[in-house]
């Protein structure tokens, strides 16, 4: 069973950082993708970045320079590095993972319960 569970979330203050974790467990295969979400109107979620396990990262426009995405494959975290935050940041962030085969991230998310971010003006 793939358990997802994320922790370092809180309020913050504009122009401050914070560092989201996410241990995962229970994956078998050696080759996959990982991501934080957030979520949009509708329950609807749009991906923030993406990390696979070769190192290739992608970043939504608006996190670029300022998130910084990051795993550790020994010991079943993934990172969600958060720099000169601001409040349009607010949100609840979800870690998920699925598989990459032949090269592309593919199949369904497995998702974590999320964790909310605050910030304040």
């Known amino acids: 069973q793939v358990q997802l569970s994320e922790s370092g979330g809180g309020s913050v203050q504009s122009g401050d950082s914070l560092k989201l974790s996410c241990a995962y467990s229970?994956?078998?295969?050696?080759?996959?993708?990982l991501a934080w979400f957030r979520r949009l109107p509708r329950d609807q979620r749009e991906i923030v970045d993406r990390i696979d396990t070769t190192e290739k990262t992608n970043y939504h426009d608006s996190v670029r320079g300022r998130f910084t995405i990051s795993h550790n494959l020994d010991k079943n975290m993934l990172y969600l590095e958060m720099n000169s935050v601001k409040p349009e940041d607010t949100n609840a962030y979800t870690c998920?993972?699925?598989?990459?085969?032949?090269?592309?991230?593919?199949?369904?998310?497995?998702w974590g319960h999320g964790i909310q971010v605050t910030v304040s003006a």
């Open positions: 229970g994956y078998t295969e050696s080759s996959y993708c």
């Open positions: 998920a993972l699925k598989a990459r085969r032949g090269g592309v991230c593919t199949g369904r998310w497995y």
